[in-house]
């Protein structure tokens, strides 16, 4: 994992920002769903007192949302964003950068980056937003894979983008791919140095 093991930092801070996630998702949708009753109640209400917009408000809501990509479940971009922020400063504080300028140049690319690659995602390939939250965070795994020189870390974003778009729903996807994030970030810290105890 490079000549540190620095790579466990940017594994639990992804897999912490998937927790919270999570977690707003399930009081949203806890402080929603009072509301959503009300809706679907008005709703039926409507339909038995005879009022014919009904059928027509759904004929032209079903005809707008066709063409629209499906947004993500889960907060992916502010996640991504934010775990982005926390590894720069990790790496700052582990490099120290001779070339400070250069550093935060990259760093504002890569926050750029984020918000740029959702949106050709969403324009270019059509992708649903809980298709693109996971890809850009397999993107950026494998950067840090790259970057480290580590072929574990590419398995890991391997394993992470299966998880997260093909086999398990979003929530479910986000906390089966936290327990993955973690379990690596403890293998990073508990694999052994080949020059010796790390005193970093």
Known sequence: MG????SWFPLAALGFALIALVVAHLATVRSESPLG???LHGFADNELNGVGLASEQRSVAIAVAYDVVPSATLGWLAALACVVLAVAAWYWRQLRPSRPGRFVLGTLGALAAVPLL?????LQFRLSGDVRGPLLATLGLLV????ERSWSLAAVAAVFALVTTVFLPPVAGALAAAGLLFAAAF???LRPRPDGPDTA
């Open 3 to 6: 000549s540190a093991r620095r």
């Open 37 to 39: 009753y009300q809706r």
């Open 118 to 122: 959702d949106l050709v995602g969403a």
């Open 144 to 147: 840090l894979a790259a970057y």
């Open 187 to 189: 293998a990073v810290l």
